[in-house]
């Protein structure tokens, strides 16, 4: 009979662009200690109960990744892509979008709405199949 000694769990770790899609931030704007090391499962936790400044201030300010560039305008990814904003904005440059409201942007937020309203429906269909 062999006995087996109970191993001590490594803590999950993640790499920082993970981390930092997670977080919602853009990773190129984090500070240079968050970019170069690891990130725990706890201190992923901790970050998101209790932010520093700098988590604060880039959530606020920006730079934003293209996902939330995508969710401040309500449009898709795809099209920030057809509209040609294939990089991160700021918070400033979202709002003057807001308040300009180009034609691509209008059109987006329409295709956007429109798929949301078929996602929808689609899964009332099948709830009552």
Excluded at 14 to 34: D, N, Q, R, V, Y
Excluded at 51 to 77: C, F, M, N, Y
């Amino acid at each position: 009979m062999s006995t087996s000694k109970a191993k001590a769990k490594a803590p999950q770790t993640m790499k920082p662009a993970t981390a930092a899609k997670k977080l919602g931030i853009l990773l190129s704007a984090a500070p240079a200690e968050f970019q170069e090391g690891v990130v725990s499962r706890d201190e992923l936790n901790a970050l998101q109960a209790d932010p520093p400044s700098w988590l604060t201030d880039l959530r606020r300010e920006g730079p934003h990744p293209r996902q939330v560039v995508a969710a401040k305008l309500r449009v898709s990814i795809s099209g920030l892509a057809r509209a040609d904003i294939t990089g991160p904005l700021t918070t400033a440059e979202i709002e003057t979008l807001k308040a300009e409201r180009p034609g691509w942007l209008e059109r987006e937020q329409t295709i956007q709405t429109r798929v949301r309203q078929d996602e929808l429906r689609l899964k009332q269909e099948r709830a009552k199949a």
